[in-house]
């Protein structure tokens, strides 16, 4: 859904449907223990703070 497009309703519709679906519980459960083993919130946290730093292009940073 687009920002554009976006109402309460859809936006209860989607929460509705992700809760629903235990697919996206199984995703988000994968996503949480790869971000914990590679310090993926560390890299982010890093990444930001660097682009505000440098107000560079950061987009091609490797990990630690």
Known sequence: MEVEDLTIE???RLVA???R???YRSRAQYFRRLIA???GLDLAADVIERAFITRADVAHVSAK
């Open 21 to 23: 679906d235990p697919g």
């Open 10 to 12: 859809g936006l209860s």
């Open 17 to 19: 449907k992700v809760l």
């Open 37 to 39: 083993k590679t310090h």
